[in-house]
């Protein structure tokens, strides 16, 4: 006679149509394994061509993206790959490597695209979302992977998707989507690092990369432009440098944690390691008033042009210091470690 614990006993039935791990019986065979369930994704997924790959929110959120869109690319190679994203982010066109065209998009359900929506003729309103599932519909998708921030929403994209007739999509949601998503994974962290979250998200559907982080294509022309940068404001050939980027959006840092960090780093290494500040487009007061409190140290070099250009700096740098999602980021694709000021360094943004 078999002993049955208390525990066992006690255990109450399970619904119809589960196993009692809760996972799905099959015509009342065996219930299904998690393993067996991902398997049947993945070989979905694997008979597809042309992959829509959605990213609305901004260059940053983009570059976040790009290790997912290699996972893609490297366990599907067959596919093509169109990457539907916010106008701002064509200046990355030349440098992403695993996609092979860019479509724009203005979403109303962003800050910027509302704006300019909202600038349009009201006689305009719905046009360029009717605009777009046509658009789709007449590309013919086998499938569409939204990713998104964990601060945002990803079923306006997946309801445009489904107008569009595309019949796999893939989103990470916090409640079940229904009849929007063929494919989805449920969670609710909001801390994840952004990076991280997109490779989850693909890898729901066993697409996966041996290098996770972010990728940017260097452009010699960057390279040749910034060396220039450098000489004239006063490093010598092959000097090493301490990368400084002021400024940024939502995480904003006091001009004096940039220079504690700088002091922090340049007396610990006790070396001819020059400070280097640059800045964004638009950042160019933080860069003036960090100048000012650091009136003894760094050579100020003009705002960057663009982001190759931001790239080709980061990637001969020594170490970044920067607080906005977009240069850590940068930093994190050419492979060099970045401090974010007055905290510890940035392991997620980090090259091992």
């Known amino acids: 006679m078999i002993a049955t614990s208390l525990e066992q006993r006690a255990r109450p039935p399970s619904p119809p149509g589960l196993g009692e791990a809760g996972v799905p019986v099959l015509d009342g065979a065996a219930p299904v394994d998690a393993r067996s369930l991902a398997e049947a994704r993945h070989r979905r997924w694997c008979n597809v061509r042309r ?12 570059l976040a993206s790009t290790a997912a869109f ?3 690319h490297e366990t599907m190679p067959w596919t093509q790959r169109t990457l539907l994203a916010a106008p701002e982010a064509l200046v990355l066109r030349p440098h992403l490597q695993a996609v092979d065209e860019l479509l724009t998009f203005n979403a109303p359900w962003t800050a910027d695209g509302a704006a300019a929506l909202n600038a349009e003729p009201s006689t305009m309103r719905g046009d360029a979302e009717m605009h777009l599932v046509r658009k789709l519909r007449r590309s013919h998708f086998d499938a569409a992977v939204l990713f998104a921030a964990s601060s945002q929403a990803a079923l306006p994209a997946a309801l445009l998707c489904r107008m569009a007739g595309i019949p796999l999509t893939l989103a990470q949601v916090r409640e079940p989507a229904h009849g929007l998503l063929s494919d989805e ?4 962290d909001t801390a994840q690092d952004d990076t991280r979250r997109q ?3 693909v890898g729901h559907v066993g697409m996966r990369t041996a290098d996770e982080r972010p990728r940017l294509r260097l452009l010699p022309k960057d390279s040749h432009q910034m060396r220039n940068a450098l000489q004239q404001a ?3 050939f092959g000097q090493r440098y301490l990368l400084v980027c002021p400024g940024g959006g939502a995480r904003h840092c006091p001009v004096a944690a940039y220079a504690a960090a700088v002091d922090v780093l340049i007396d610990t290494w006790a070396d001819d390691t020059a400070v280097v500040l640059c800045a964004l487009p638009g950042d160019e007061d933080a860069l003036a008033e960090l100048r000012a409190a650091m009136p003894a140290r760094g050579q100020v070099l003009p705002p960057v042009a663009s982001i190759g250009e931001l790239a080709a700096l980061a990637a001969d740098a020594r170490v970044m210091i920067a607080a906005d999602d977009l240069p850590l980021t ?3 694709a050419a492979r060099v470690p970045a401090v974010l000021p007055g905290q510890a360094l940035r392991r997620e943004m980090s090259p091992p």
């Open 51 to 62: 992959v829509l790959l959605v990213r609305l929110d901004g260059v940053a959120g983009v």
């Open 70 to 72: 290699a996972a893609l």
């Open 185 to 188: 994974l449920l969670g609710d």
């Open 199 to 201: 490779l989850d998200l």
């Open 234 to 236: 006063g490093l010598r």
């Open 330 to 332: 940068v930093a994190a």
